[in-house]
């Protein structure tokens, strides 16, 4: 039998793979060991594993090399994606500029932004570092700053793996050491992209594993348009997370408990992880429910605030009291009363997947900004309002940084709202919708996100064994 070696780098692999048992078909074929990083919050449910084989370290001084090369490369090969300039703009937090702005005026906030920011590494080392003339010399010295992690490849030694498997978001430290290690030592690798939006948002590969596990064909085209594959390195997969809306979700909509007790109709609001004035959006559109004669006892809004908001230059702390028709998200809720913090990321907190579902499959439509969870919605076959239009106080989140989405509209029942003063049409519209036809919205998604008769579990055991074949 193959031995396989399976490495979660970060806690939300925890959630995705392991929890969802991704890797529930590969024993069948192969040997399966799962190695992790020592850092998880989630270390000791990894650990405890009877297929655990061990964890590695990484020094965060390391880390930090790491990351400056993936924002020099970042910034060499912005012209690849747009989102490449858009997640700069974030780490710097590029001023905000009104389209009626005087020329005087915007030289004016650009200095203010400007010279408290000279020191700042964040901003200025990726145009610094990135640019055409200084980065053949910039990269050279990065790299030699980032030697392979021997904690790693001891490991990697010590069990003999015929290939090497890992999620990754295209990020991340130990995912360029797998690739590096399994060069030196002969050993084929695998890295299973967790999420559709990373192969356009974050850096290019300046090391390649031998195979890339993708969501469908959107992301097999950015892999080579963006970071050069070869199509034959490059597989249709799909995403371990979503196999629960084409399982009985679908069949039995009648099955799904409404997540507002008691139960009552909503609009289903959805954070994003980027900075957005989510707060200021649920107000519009409490006033555009009240104008249309819509009652708070008929019809509510649910909020969900995404789990691990990045930091916003507005006020993203939720109280019920200045809400007429607004509802707190239960899983968040319940989070929240935990001990997580709003606006901090605690990445011990992993939403259960399986709540998902029932919570989409309950909207009447879903509104929110540029988020993955708009995506889901289409799966549950739901109307969705994907807020794109500039909140002024952030890097734009309008839909030409985010290119991941570039298609979505095609979508029945999908629509973007690119100005504020579109969100009442856009949001009666979605409420009017029509139940979306099956066929019809799946012939678009599939372009999105590539599924068949098997489940996730079974297509990752079959192309393991198609790259590392049994022994006879």
């Known amino acids: 039998m193959a031995r396989i070696l399976f490495m979660v780098s970060h806690d939300i692999y925890v959630r995705n793979y392991l929890r969802t048992n991704a890797l529930q078909e590969v024993p069948e074929n192969h040997t399966v060991t799962v190695i992790s990083d020592s850092n998880l919050a989630l270390r000791d449910e990894v650990e405890s594993r009877p297929d655990h084989g061990g964890s590695y370290f990484y020094p965060s001084n390391i880390n930090r090399a790491h990351q400056l090369l993936f924002q020099i490369l970042m910034w060499r090969?912005?012209?690849?994606?747009?989102?490449?300039?858009?997640?700069?703009?974030?780490?710097?937090?590029?001023?905000t500029f009104a389209p009626d702005?005087?020329?005087?005026?915007?030289?004016?906030?650009?200095?203010?932004?400007?010279?408290?920011?000279?020191?700042?590494?964040?901003?200025?080392?990726?145009?610094?570092?990135?640019?055409?003339?200084?980065?053949?010399?910039?990269?050279?010295?990065?790299?030699?700053?980032?030697?392979?992690?021997?904690?790693?490849?001891?490991?990697?030694v010590r069990h003999k793996p015929d290939l090497i498997v890992f999620p990754s978001a295209a990020y991340e430290s130990s995912g360029i050491d797998a690739i590096r290690i399994g060069r030196k030592l002969e050993i084929p690798t695998l890295s299973l992209i967790d999420n559709w939006d990373n192969l356009t948002s974050k850096t290019v590969y300046w090391v390649k594993p031998n195979h890339l596990g993708v969501w469908g064909e959107q992301a097999l085209n950015q892999a080579v348009e963006v970071h050069n594959f070869d199509p034959a390195q490059i597989?249709?997969?799909?995403?371990?997370?979503?196999?629960?809306?084409?399982?009985?979700?679908?069949?039995?909509?009648?099955?799904?408990?409404?997540?507002?007790?008691?139960?009552?109709?909503?609009?289903?609001?959805?954070?994003?992880?980027?900075?957005?004035?989510?707060?200021?959006?649920?107000?519009?559109?409490?006033?555009?429910?009240?104008?249309?004669?819509?009652?708070?006892?008929?019809i509510r809004i649910l909020y969900r605030p995404h789990p691990w908001q990045h930091k916003r230059k507005v006020s993203a702390i939720f109280s019920p009291l200045d809400f007429t028709y607004t509802d707190l998200d239960p899983q968040i809720l319940a989070a929240y009363d935990s001990g997580v913090t709003p606006g901090?990321?605690?990445?011990?907190?992993?939403?259960?997947?399986?709540?998902?579902?029932?919570?989409?499959?309950?909207?009447?439509?879903?509104?929110?900004?540029?988020?993955?969870?708009?995506?889901?919605?289409?799966?549950?076959?739901?109307?969705?309002?994907?807020?794109?239009?500039?909140?002024?106080?952030?890097?734009?989140?309008?839909?030409?940084?985010?290119?991941?989405?570039?298609?979505?509209?095609?979508?029945?029942?999908?629509?973007?709202?690119?100005?504020?003063?579109?969100?009442?049409?856009?949001l009666l519209n979605a409420l009017g919708q029509a139940r979306i036809n099956q066929a019809d919205s799946d012939a678009h998604s599939r372009y999105f996100l590539f599924r068949d008769h098997l489940t996730y579990p079974e297509r990752l055991s079959r192309l393991i064994t198609a790259l590392a074949p049994p022994a006879p």
């Open 101 to 156: 702005e005087s020329l005087l005026a915007r030289v004016s906030i650009f200095l203010r932004w400007l010279i408290p920011n000279l020191a700042n590494g964040t901003a200025m080392l990726p145009p610094l570092l990135g640019n055409r003339l200084v980065f053949p010399i910039s990269s050279r010295i990065l790299k030699r700053r980032v030697p392979v992690n021997q904690s790693l490849e001891d490991l990697v």
């Open 235 to 298: 597989h249709l997969i799909g995403t371990p997370r979503f196999d629960q809306y084409f399982l009985s979700r679908r069949a039995f909509p009648e099955a799904i408990h409404n997540a507002i007790e008691p139960p009552k109709p909503y609009v289903l609001f959805v954070g994003s992880a980027m900075p957005f004035d989510e707060i200021e959006s649920l107000q519009v559109i409490e006033s555009i429910l009240a104008s249309n004669g819509f009652s708070p006892s008929d």
């Open 344 to 426: 901090i990321t605690d990445t011990s907190f992993q939403p259960d997947l399986s709540y998902y579902p029932q919570l989409l499959s309950g909207a009447r439509c879903v509104v929110g900004p540029l988020t993955t969870m708009l995506f889901e919605a289409v799966l549950c076959l739901k109307p969705v309002v994907a807020l794109a239009y500039n909140d002024g106080f952030h890097a734009s989140t309008s839909r030409r940084y985010f290119s991941h989405f570039d298609g979505m509209e095609n979508i029945p029942g999908f629509s973007f709202c690119e100005e504020e003063e579109a969100l009442e049409s856009a």
């Open 77 to 95: 090969y912005q012209a690849k994606s747009p989102t490449f300039r858009f997640r700069w703009m974030r780490m710097a937090q590029w001023p």
